[in-house]
């Protein structure tokens, strides 16, 4: 079984900063890309950073020049660091890693609970 826990979620102030923490664990052979998207009520699952197993990373537009997406392959931890934050940013952040258990597995999508970010105008 492989979990993904996020932390690092709250209520922050327009123009304020966060760092979300996402920890892989469990039956794990490898990690290839990991990412955070983030739902905000009644909207769909977006994409806000991604960031291959090499280190290239994807970002939205709406985050670009915002918010940084970063791993530690020995912790199997991938990080989004987001900085000035708008309210529009509001929103349960999900991690996502698509994880093969063993070495003649098939890779898999697993997700995290989610982490709640708040930021108050």
């Known amino acids: 079984q492989v979990q993904l826990v996020e932390s690092g979620g709250g209520l922050v102030q327009a123009g304020g900063s966060l760092r979300l923490s996402c920890v892989a664990s469990g039956r794990i052979f490898s990690i290839n890309a990991m990412g955070w998207y983030r739902q905000a009520p009644g909207e769909q699952r977006e994409l806000v950073a991604g960031?291959?197993?090499?280190?290239?990373?994807t970002y939205a537009d709406s985050v670009k020049g915002r918010f940084a997406i970063s791993r530690d392959n020995a912790k199997n931890t991938v990080y989004l660091q987001m900085g000035s934050l708008k309210p529009e940013d509001t929103a349960v952040y999900y991690c996502?890693?698509?994880?093969?258990?063993?070495?003649?597995?098939?890779?898999?999508?697993?997700w995290g609970q989610g982490t709640q970010v708040t930021v108050s105008s």
């Open positions: 960031i291959t197993s090499g280190g290239t990373t």
């Open positions: 996502n890693a698509e994880i093969q258990g063993g070495r003649y597995y098939s890779r898999n999508t697993y």
